[in-house]
């Protein structure tokens, strides 16, 4: 079956604009997290939607929001970029309670 | 709050040499324990888990075991290929949901042949 898809592979912003990335889960998973990557923080978890809700959060500012769609697509947006926002974005997908999160290959973010 | 550490890479190692990376964590519950490995421009795998204490995950002939009392999952291979070069990440989470996951820094491993 078809993995976790993240959309675009690489975006170039510049800073302060604002950039969407897009999630589709794997088919029947209704809950997907996303994570920031960078090489200073590692990998750090942003938050998380099950079904339209969020349901946990990480420890980032107001700037990163997200949402998602009834048919469990997400997207998370990032609003008045800075430099230090360039990271690796992943979306992962489950099916709770207790189940593996697969991750897609993730957005590259690079701001200017 | 719960942290994971791992130790620092990057690891060479020769082909079919052993392995161990090693991991602790602090939790304040009872946490799930995740192995994660991450090859050149993909995301993260799922390579092997533990969910109590004293389990062994195992997977691709890769172990690690779920030791409660040394708050470790040390990460072990008998013998490693060069196809196991990747970043390989300690997790773990106390959710019942396995969400969030907390990392660790990530240990890249090279394997020359």
């Known amino acids: 079956k078809a993995g976790v898809t993240q959309t675009p592979r690489y975006l170039i912003k510049t800073r302060g604009q604002q950039v969407t990335l897009s999630c589709s889960p794997i088919s029947g998973h209704r809950s997907v997290s996303w994570y920031q990557q960078t090489p200073g923080q590692g990998l750090q978890f942003l938050f998380e939607?099950?079904?339209?809700?969020?349901?946990n959060k990480g420890n980032f500012p107001g700037r990163f929001s997200g949402r998602q769609f009834s048919n469990s697509r997400s997207e998370m947006n990032v609003s008045t970029l800075e430099l230090g926002d360039s990271a690796l974005y992943l979306c992962a997908s489950s099916r709770p309670p207790n189940t593996e999160a697969f991750f897609g290959q993730g957005t590259r973010l690079t701001v200017v | 709050g719960d942290s994971v550490t791992q130790m620092e890479g990057p690891v060479t190692l020769s082909e079919e040499a052993f392995l161990t990376i090693n991991c602790t964590y602090t939790a304040t519950g009872y946490p799930s324990l995740f192995w994660y490995v991450q090859y050149p421009g993909e995301g993260l795998q799922l390579l092997l888990k533990?969910?109590?204490?004293?389990d062994k995950g195992s997977n691709k002939g890769f172990e690690a075991t779920y030791r409660k009392e040394t708050t470790s999952f040390h990460l072990e291979k008998g013998s490693v290929q060069v196809s196991d070069s990747a970043v390989y990440f300690c997790?773990?989470?106390?959710?019942?949901?396995?969400?969030?996951?907390?990392f660790g820094k990530g240990t890249r491993l090279s394997v020359i042949a």
């Open positions: 997790a773990l989470s106390e959710s019942e949901g396995n969400t969030p996951l907390v």
């Open positions: 939607y099950f079904s339209e809700t969020q349901r």
């Open positions: 533990a969910t109590k204490a004293d």
